[in-house]
């Protein structure tokens, strides 16, 4: 493993688990910036999205925290760990059992692996009515300090940054709805924090033994109520909105709003809920002076995402999380396109220019849309979030990027080679089956666009049929307009 020295002169082993989450990927490339040695700990290893020169420079390892440990899995000295599991959008019941879980056997594992310190990132907790998702951090943080490492834990708030699940709810609040009728726990007060300075608080501490077995509040330095945010992004914005506060949303209603209007999943949206009516605030500032750190504004944070945005250089976003979908399970089960007992519409065409028509398959889905009949996929979209399904608010992270792992709309990408000319969707939408969606331009520059459906029952056929009218004009019109101009 290749490393180039830090700013101290002095390169870590480190080990990063939950590296290919939204935080987990933002502080890789800070450690690889700083030359530090990295090691992944991810559930599976197609599914870290990093460009082929970052992924030369780490070591990846396949586990998984809330099955048995595995003998020998860690069996090399670290200098550092990070802790960056959670269980927050898999389930709305059980996700505290498994967040002990996982962390019960994160201490078994690091009794071999012999880091001197961990560094854990979890909730402002000083409240003394905590909602279950903050009972369950600092559950996690107790159990973490019974483990054979000195630990440091950094405790935040709201995360506010381009990707991040808080950001999104914002974004797609203030500006689809102008006029929102919100529940009462908009006015709960709570202290948010800017991404960016998160990434400088986890790295930050690293190695330093004056934060060696303590905990630490971090937040920004506005206190605001979430009508204050709401208002405040649409400032920045330059635009105007209207809320209108109602105390007779109940928690479940509450939930449902969330969902419907926002991309974030059902199960997200419940425990979200129960979080936002407890007020979130930090009692000391003692590692920001520590560490030197001057934390932005909320306004600052929010300006700074859009300019992220704008530059194409998000690194991460929580909806390629796979709990922001319906599986939360290895997806390589999946990888091969079944031949047998499935339902299949093909199509083929001649082209003359294979990057120019692979860039337009590269761009599908978010804002490009889906090259033909928009509509029917934003009101397939529509039905799948009335019945449950994630629709196609999670949109893409990148408008020209793919890689194994992300959210495309209702699909998740199973399979992205440029260099094969492949590109394999596998759907998250509520089907009575499974369904595959194919790209692939052969050695004789043929465009091949498959899409496969392998039916459950007789439900499962009735559906195919009855849709298959509209599959002649969609993904007809899909590979025409993918290969348009270009065309042999």
Known sequence: MMSTENKSGKSLKILLTGANGYIGLRVLHQLL????????????EKRLP?????????????????EDPQPGLFDEDFDIAYYLIHSLSSSTKDFDQREAQAARNFNIYMQRAKPRQVIYLSGIVNNPQLSRHLSSRKNVEDILY???????????????????????????????????????????????????????FLTGVLGREDTFDQSFDIAGPDILTYRDMLNGYAKVRGF??????????TPRLSSYWLYFVTSTSYKLAVNLVESMKVEVLAQDNRLQEMLGIKTLSYKEAIKMAFRKIEQNSVVSSWKDSMVSGRFDKNLGRYIQVPKYGVLKDEKSVKITDREAVLDNIWRIGGDTGWYYGNWLWQLRGFMDKLNGGVGLRRGRTS???????????????????????????????????????????????VLNQTATFRPRGLTGRLYWYSVLPFHYFIFGGMIRNISKNHIA
Do not use: Y
Request: glycine share 6%.
């Open 146 to 200: 019974e483990g054979p490492f000195a630990l440091t834990v950094l405790r935040a708030g709201i995360i506010v940054g381009s990707g991040s699940s808080s950001f999104e709810i914002i974004r797609d609040l203030c500006e689809k709805l102008p006029v929102m009728i919100t529940p009462k726990w908009v006015l709960t007060i709570t202290q948010p924090i800017a991404i960016h300075d998160v990434i400088q």
């Open 50 to 66: 990093v460009h082929e020169d970052t992924r030369r420079k780490v070591q990846v390892v396949e586990v998984d925290f809330l």
């Open 399 to 445: 408008p020209d990027r793919i890689s194994v792992g992300d959210s495309l709309d209702f699909w998740r990408v199973l399979l992205a080679d440029r260099q094969q000319g492949r590109l394999l969707l596998f759907a998250e939408m509520r089907l009575p089956g499974e369904a595959w969606l194919e790209f692939h331009i052969d050695e004789n520059n």
């Open 240 to 249: 105007k909105n209207w809320i209108i506060t109602v105390p007779v949303m």
């Open 33 to 44: 910036e700083e030359g530090h040695q990295v090691v992944c700990a991810v559930r599976d």
